[in-house]
């Protein structure tokens, strides 16, 4: 199968180029920048030039592949505050992929959430039967599941907030490692009894190849090894690797301390994956997270 991936530069397009090489697909990733064609290009996969603004080039790319997987989406956008600006242009790559699509029965494999079932007011653990109506990547991801309306064979994959690895460089662990270095002791909301989902690097990009080769159409799929982690015990392990201080943040002062990741911090996020293990056969074998910390490689200098 010759598959077309954005993001393909990024954190999970690092591992899930190789996933897909090694199980005999061709590959051909969208890069934005010189850095990024050189970094797809070493990993064994084409080069499409362009970016999610490239709405023409998304179309002639969906169109020549035999199956898309949308990993990108503009975090730096919304890091600096234009998460509306993010989101729209999310949804219209989204559609413009959906359009090249329509009428074949090709798979395409989109991204959402776990955070997501948050914001929508799920309450208890999270599973992939939860569907939220809109809002953040709600619309997106409800955009990806219509597809299969128009005869495409459309799934999604939700992420946890910490998808951990020695891939990882800019996901929400090495922010809340940079925060407690800059700060000088390590930190959690409240008394950090809320908890997160997580999943290593390796094991969701294998879910994303189970996806793209045999989702059935409209699939809501959850990549989650660890079903929720306190994150007090997230600080513990920060505080203890960097041999500092663990402490809560008192609600006012979320902000000082977690900068853009307070509104985030505070979320209780626990997932399942039950449905998705059964459904596609996958079953999480790296290490979780909290072991993924201990084994020191987010915090070599």
């Not at 897909?20 to 850095?35: K, P, W, Y």
């Not at 290009?41 to 490239?54: I, M, N, P, T, W």
């Not at 494999?109 to 999270?126: D, E, I, K, Y």
């Not at 609600?251 to 911090?265: I, R």
Request: zero cysteines; aromatic letters at 6%.
């Amino acid at each position: 199968m010759q598959v077309f991936i954005t993001g393909a530069s990024g954190h999970i397009g690092s591992a899930l180029i190789p996933e897909l090489l090694g199980a005999g697909h061709e590959v051909i990733g969208l890069a934005r920048s010189d850095a990024a064609a050189e970094a797809v290009e070493k990993r064994g996969a084409k080069v499409q030039r362009g970016s999610l603004d490239d709405l023409d080039v998304l179309r002639d790319a969906g169109r020549a592949s035999d199956g898309v997987i949308h990993l990108a989406f503009m975090h730096e956008q919304m890091n600096t505050g234009d998460l509306e600006g993010a989101l729209a242009a999310d949804i219209e790559a989204i559609e413009a992929i959906g359009d090249a699509l329509a009428g074949t029965g090709k798979p395409f494999v989109g991204t959402s959430g776990t955070l997501m079932l948050a914001f929508s007011g799920v309450t208890g653990v999270g599973t992939e039967t939860d569907v939220a109506t809109g809002g953040l990547r709600g619309d997106a991801e409800n955009a990806v599941v219509a597809l299969a309306q128009r005869n495409v064979r459309s799934s999604v994959v939700r992420l946890p907030p910490t998808v951990h690895s020695s891939l990882d460089h800019h996901g929400f662990v090495p922010a809340l490692i940079g925060f407690a270095r800059e700060r000088g002791h390590a930190g959690y909301a409240a008394d950090g009894s809320n908890r997160w989902p997580a999943v290593h690097t390796l094991d969701a990009a294998h879910l994303y190849r189970l996806a793209l080769e045999g989702a059935p159409a409209g699939s809501r799929l959850h990549a989650v090894g660890d079903e929720g982690v306190q994150f007090r015990k997230i600080a513990e392990s920060i505080g203890r690797n960097l041999d500092l201080p663990v402490t809560g943040i008192a609600p006012d002062d979320l902000a000082d301390y977690f900068s853009y990741l307070a509104f985030f911090v505070s979320l209780d996020n626990p997932t399942s994956s039950t449905l998705t293990q059964g459904l596609l056969d996958w079953h999480p074998a790296r290490p979780g997270l909290l072991d993924d910390l201990d084994e020191g490689h987010y915090f070599a200098v």
